[in-house]
């Protein structure tokens, strides 16, 4: 009974529950949805975000070794060519064919080499040419002319340079009396003038007919023959840059070295970076700079020149060369400690990229402009003339005032560079008038500058990558200044009571800093990669760069 009654029980329950489940189930009917209600976006899938399934690559299979060439031994003396290539074609299982005018006779001693170095060493003594065909048959032709061409990339010009230095003194006798009349002469003269002819298409073809065994000139002494002769051997077409050449075989070998060694050295470059810089010495270094402390006090500049520890500089200049290696700028780390001296004055700091052997000029100038004035005098009047009045002209002369480098490079050995380097620095010192009696006669001013030049013309050699320094200009300048009460000022005996009188002595040294670099790459992935952040990113315009503002628009009609 009490089973059964446990059983009803739970029953019980159960319906219980189900009922109350079912009635919680009662809910409210569902609203419609407004129009305006924000709804979540249905989320899309993007297929390019999706990456592409990565395939295993292939397994490659192991290399292959080569196998060995054969090697053979030749040993013979004074043996007919045609009789010993049979021979060789023979032993060597080669097909060949041999021409019948290939003729003469071979000593080789060959001990185990390959078919080919054989063949080569037999060429050299008798004149050949051979190759193998499509069907690896050796043919051997006679070594007649034939025609090839050259391919030579450079500029198709012609230069000529020409520069002088001439330096003069003389002192002018007055009275009528020539210097020859008073015992002697007091005239001083010192020149260095210099010349390069640079014609690079005349020359190479010159060199071509050398090699060739012919003269440039040797149609002068054989008739049309001779210069038939040369005109049907080198052709050069500057234009193009292309040279044909009819020669041997062997004859196109020494061609082909001698263009490729032309072509390797005439068109390396070299980055000259120059800096001219003045210094106003101070009082405890009016000697001027002194190199050797310089030297001390620098841990990583090394002077390549032994200097001595005195405070002087040869005249007129001294040269020293400074190391690069250490510092990633010498020529700053050595104008910085410059400063110990006085104060500095950077004049000029140009770049200029030259080719080897090829004059460069750089020039950062004013053109000063100044008049030449002469005067024709009028005429008074007269009763029975009438005067004319004066008569001016005037030319406009200019006279160039600023920075002026001439270089020139040469590349050897080990990449060392030697320069014929001119750096000229002028400027105007004062304006003196012109003493032509006709000038002050008439009432007419005329004011002519002053030039003073400081230049250095010098032959130098340095390593690329270091630096050359030329300095020891030194030049005395004296300043005054006056003021004073305008009447008192000028009256004898009291002047200096109501005036001021300032002078001031200055001594300057002029230090230029000459840099070679060898450029065999001119890329900026190569050796110029230290400028490329001075220059627009590729593929973009230079306006995104530059502030540069469009030029207007014409509105009329012309």
Same mark, same amino acid.
């Given at each position: 009974?009490?089973?059964?009654?446990?059983?009803?029980?739970?029953?019980?329950?159960?319906?219980?529950?189900?009922?109350?489940?079912?009635?919680?189930?009662?809910?409210?009917?569902?609203?419609?949805?407004?129009?305006?209600?924000?709804?979540?976006?249905?989320?899309?899938?993007?297929?390019?975000?999706?990456?592409?399934?990565?395939?295993?690559?292939?397994?490659?299979?192991?290399?292959?070794?080569r196998?060995?060439?054969?090697?053979?031994?030749?040993?013979?003396?004074?043996?007919?060519?045609?009789?010993?290539?049979f021979?060789?074609?023979?032993?060597t299982?080669t097909?060949?064919?041999?021409?019948p005018?290939?003729?003469?006779?071979?000593?080789?001693?060959?001990?185990?080499?390959?078919?080919?170095?054989?063949?080569?060493?037999?060429?050299?003594?008798?004149?050949?040419?051979?190759?193998?065909?499509?069907?690896?048959?050796?043919?051997?032709?006679?070594?007649t002319?034939?025609?090839?061409t050259?391919?030579?990339?450079?500029?198709?010009?012609?230069?000529?340079?020409?520069?002088?230095?001439?330096?003069?003194?003389?002192?002018?006798?007055?009275?009528?009396?020539?210097?020859?009349?008073?015992?002697g002469?007091?005239?001083?003269?010192?020149?260095?003038?210099?010349?390069?002819?640079?014609?690079?298409?005349?020359?190479?073809?010159?060199n =071509?007919?050398?090699?060739?065994?012919?003269?440039?000139?040797?149609?002068?002494?054989?008739?049309?023959?001779?210069?038939?002769?040369?005109?049907?051997?080198?052709?050069?077409?500057?234009?193009?840059?292309?040279?044909?050449?009819?020669?041997?075989?062997?004859?196109?070998?020494?061609?082909?070295?001698?263009?490729?060694?032309?072509?390797?050295?005439?068109?390396?470059?070299?980055?000259?970076e120059?800096?001219v810089?003045?210094?106003?010495?101070?009082?405890d270094?009016?000697?001027?700079?002194?190199?050797?402390?310089?030297?001390?006090?620098?841990?990583?500049?090394?002077f390549?020149?032994?200097?001595?520890?005195?405070?002087?500089?040869?005249?007129?200049?001294?040269?020293?060369?400074?190391?690069?290696?250490?510092?990633?700028?010498?020529i700053?780390?050595?104008?910085?400690?410059?400063?110990?001296?006085?104060?500095?004055?950077?004049l000029?700091?140009?770049? =200029?990229?030259?080719?080897?052997?090829?004059?460069?000029?750089?020039?950062?100038?004013?053109?000063?402009?100044?008049?030449?004035?002469?005067?024709?005098?009028?005429?008074?009047?007269?009763?029975?003339?009438?005067?004319?009045?004066?008569l001016?002209?005037?030319?406009v002369?200019?006279?160039?005032?600023?920075?002026?480098?001439?270089?020139?490079?040469?590349?050897?050995?080990n990449?060392?560079?030697?320069?014929?380097?001119?750096?000229?620095?002028?400027? =105007?010192?004062?304006?003196v008038?012109?003493?032509?009696?006709?000038?002050?006669?008439?009432?007419?001013?005329?004011?002519?500058?002053?030039?003073?030049?400081?230049?250095?013309?010098?032959?130098?050699?340095v390593?690329?990558?270091?630096?050359?320094?030329?300095?020891?200009?030194?030049?005395?300048?004296?300043?005054?200044?006056?003021?004073?009460l305008?009447?008192?000022?000028r009256?004898?005996?009291?002047?200096?009571?109501?005036?001021?009188?300032?002078?001031?002595?200055?001594?300057?040294?002029?230090?230029?800093?000459?840099?070679?670099?060898?450029?065999?790459q001119?890329?900026l992935?190569?050796?110029?990669?230290?400028?490329?952040?001075?220059?627009?990113?590729?593929?973009?315009?230079?306006?995104?760069?530059?502030?540069?503002?469009?030029?207007?628009?014409?509105?009329?009609?012309?």
């Amino acid at each position: 009974m009490i089973n059964l009654f446990n059983m009803i029980s739970r029953q019980l329950v159960l319906i219980v529950s189900l009922v109350t489940l079912t009635a919680c189930q009662t809910s409210l009917p569902e609203r419609p949805t407004s129009g305006r209600h924000i709804e979540a976006p249905a989320r899309t899938i993007d297929s390019s975000s999706i990456p592409e399934v990565v395939r295993p690559a292939p397994v490659l299979p192991p290399p292959t070794a080569r196998s060995a060439p054969e090697l053979y031994t030749v040993i013979v003396q004074d043996t007919p060519v045609r009789e010993l290539l049979f021979v060789i074609a023979r032993d060597t299982a080669t097909n060949i064919d041999v021409h019948p005018n290939v003729t003469g006779n071979v000593s080789i001693n060959a001990v185990d080499q390959t078919l080919p170095q054989i063949i080569e060493r037999i060429n050299r003594q008798v004149d050949f040419r051979w190759h193998f065909d499509q069907d690896a048959t050796l043919v051997i032709e006679p070594d007649t002319p034939f025609l090839r061409t050259y391919r030579l990339d450079y500029v198709n010009v012609s230069r000529e340079a020409n520069t002088g230095l001439n330096i003069a003194t003389s002192i002018v006798q007055v009275g009528g009396t020539s210097s020859q009349q008073s015992g002697g002469s007091n005239n001083s003269t010192a020149s260095i003038s210099q010349s390069s002819s640079n014609n690079f298409w005349t020359t190479i073809e010159a060199n =071509i007919l050398s090699l060739l065994g012919e003269s440039a000139n040797s149609g002068s002494g054989e008739g049309e023959d001779g210069s038939s002769s040369i005109s049907t051997s080198v052709t050069v077409n500057p234009e193009s840059g292309l040279i044909s050449v009819n020669a041997s075989a062997r004859q196109h070998r020494d061609i082909a070295a001698f263009i490729e060694s032309v072509s390797s050295r005439s068109l390396t470059q070299v980055l000259i970076e120059a800096t001219v810089v003045e210094v106003s010495l101070n009082d405890d270094n009016q000697s001027g700079v002194d190199w050797a402390a310089i030297s001390r006090d620098s841990g990583q500049i090394d002077f390549i020149q032994s200097l001595t520890g005195i405070n002087m500089s040869d005249p007129p200049a001294s040269m020293l060369t400074i190391d690069r290696t250490g510092t990633p700028d010498a020529i700053a780390a050595t104008i910085r400690m410059l400063s110990e001296f006085g104060d500095l004055r950077v004049l000029s700091s140009p770049k =200029i990229m030259a080719l080897n052997n090829q004059a460069a000029m750089l020039r950062v100038v004013d053109n000063r402009v100044y008049f030449s004035i002469e005067v024709e005098p009028g005429t008074p009047a007269t009763a029975t003339t009438p005067g004319t009045a004066a008569l001016y002209t005037s030319q406009v002369q200019t006279v160039p005032v600023g920075f002026v480098m001439s270089v020139t490079p040469q590349i050897g050995d080990n990449d060392q560079v030697t320069l014929n380097v001119r750096p000229t620095i002028s400027r =105007i010192v004062r304006f003196v008038n012109d003493p032509n009696p006709a000038l002050a006669e008439a009432g007419v001013t005329n004011a002519v500058p002053e030039i003073q030049i400081r230049e250095i013309e010098s032959i130098l050699k340095v390593f690329s990558g270091q630096v050359a320094v030329l300095g020891g200009l030194m030049q005395d300048s004296l300043e005054s200044n006056s003021a004073g009460l305008p009447v008192a000022s000028r009256l004898p005996g009291i002047r200096n009571l109501f005036s001021y009188r300032r002078e001031q002595a200055s001594k300057t040294e002029l230090i230029v800093f000459i840099r070679p670099v060898v450029i065999r790459q001119p890329s900026l992935d190569a050796e110029l990669q230290e400028y490329r952040q001075f220059l627009p990113t590729s593929g973009l315009p230079i306006s995104n760069h530059f502030d540069i503002q469009p030029l207007p628009q014409a509105t009329g009609q012309r």
